[in-house]
T-cell receptor, first 114, second 110 residues
Framework: SQTIHQWPATLVQPVGSPLSLECTVE??????LYWYRQAAGRGLQLLFYSVGIGQISSEVPQNLSASRPQDRQFILSSKKLLLSDSGFYLCAWSILAGATGELFFGEGSRLTVL | KNEVEQSPQNLTAQEGEFITINCSYSVGISALHWLQQHPGGGIVSLFMLSSGKKKHGRLIATINIQEKHSSLHITASHPRDSAVYICAVREETSGSRLTFGEGTQLTVNP
């Protein structure tokens, strides 16, 4: 069966510090991978998506970046965090071709930047 | 105006009530998702629809492609149904992208 792991679950970081959130998927190959952010009281916002290794599409300008070094690994990074980066970050995956296209989410990472 | 609008934003019901959450969208879509977000933040996919109606337990989701509208119904609601329900659409021209509504906070009181 397919599973998705995301860590860390919670993170408190000072302004200006780096960030690395990691997401791995098991039980499937060549998934589409996504990073979403949910700010307090707001809807989900797509940050990045990837359809393959090394292929990253950015949806909104920001000081975050994403990388996909392996087929089932998706990393969200920042060199210097801003207060506005606080939020709940969710990794997700889906398979579109030949299947349902259903979306599966990780448990989320709650980031507080102080 | 958001491309995906949900109503109501907040909904409080008594246990046992029939609940309807609505989602309207303004773009051509290839699929619509209903998601459930629990208080801890985890999100679970409830349904993915491209036409008609789907049922899973006490949950029913319908979609009318011509009217660009979908509804999520919960029969015999229970306090454990309390969560945020999110509608998301996969636009025809966007490939992998989803556009999300802002969610409906449902609280079911015992």
């Amino acid at each position: 069966s397919q599973t998705i792991h995301q860590w860390p679950a919670t993170l408190v970081q000072p302004v200006g510090s780096p960030l690395s959130l990691e997401c791995t998927v098991e039980g499937t190959s060549n998934p589409n991978l996504y990073w979403y952010r949910q700010a307090a009281g707001r809807g989900l916002q797509l940050l990045f998506y990837s359809v393959g290794i090394g292929q990253i599409s950015s949806e909104v300008p920001q000081n975050l970046s994403a990388s996909r070094p392996q087929d089932r690994q998706f990393i969200l990074s920042s060199k210097k965090l801003l207060l506005s980066d606080s939020g709940f970050y969710l990794c997700a995956w889906s398979i579109l071709a030949g299947a349902t296209g259903e979306l599966f989410f990780g448990e989320g990472s709650r980031l507080t930047v102080l | 105006k958001n491309e995906v609008e949900q109503s109501p934003q907040n909904l409080t019901a008594q246990e046992g009530e029939f609940i309807t959450i609505n989602c309207s969208y303004s773009v051509g879509i290839s699929a619509l998702h209903w998601l459930q977000q629990h208080p801890g933040g985890g999100i679970v996919s409830l349904f993915m629809l491209s036409s008609g109606k789907k049922k899973h337990g006490r949950l029913i989701a319908t979609i009318n492609i011509q009217e660009k509208h979908s509804s999520l119904h919960i029969t015999a609601s229970h306090p454990r149904d309390s969560a945020v329900y999110i509608c998301a659409v996969r636009e025809e021209t966007s490939g992998s992208r989803l556009t999300f509504g802002e969610g409906t906070q449902l609280t079911v009181n015992p």
